[in-house]
Nanobody
Framework: QVQLVESGGGLVQAGGSLRLSCTASGRAFSLSNYNIGWFRQAPGKERDFVAATTRTGGRTSYADFADFVKGRFTISRSSAKNTVYLQMNSLNPEDTAVYYC?????????????????WGQGTQVTVSA
């Protein structure tokens, strides 16, 4: 059973930063073979796309970001650690949500959540004013 595991969430003041991590547990599951997306869901709201990065496989990966995080969030990978990171800077209270990572095996970068095959349980990010 493959499971993605998020970590790094917490409570931070507005203007602060957090770095979320996404790793895989279970059978050998290399995140390098998957597009990895980050989504977030605030109470009573839909799960929204935040950012995604393409699989590597020896090629340069590229990323896509939701407009509301462009210039503030970055996404990166460590193949050695089998981890994908979401660096979140200049956080504001509207960024408060549960953040999920997800893996997608398709050939194109996807922003729709239904394209993703594997999901983590989420990590809570709370930004105080």
């Amino acid at each position: 059973q493959v499971q993605l595991v998020e970590s790094g969430g917490g409570l931070v003041q507005a203007g602060g930063s957090l770095r979320l991590s996404c790793t895989a547990s279970g059978r050998a599951f290399s995140l390098s073979n998957y597009n990895i997306g980050w989504f977030r869901q605030a109470p009573g709201k839909e799960r929204d796309f935040v950012a995604a990065t393409t699989r590597t496989g020896g090629r340069t990966s590229y990323a896509d970001f939701a407009d509301f995080v462009k210039g503030r969030f970055t996404i990166s990978r460590s193949s050695a650690k089998n981890t994908v990171y979401l660096q979140m800077n200049s956080l504001n209270p509207e960024d408060t949500a549960v953040y999920y990572c997800a893996a997608d095996s398709s050939s194109m970068l996807q922003s729709g959540r239904y394209a993703y095959d594997y999901w983590g349980q989420g990590t809570q990010v709370t930004v105080s004013a």
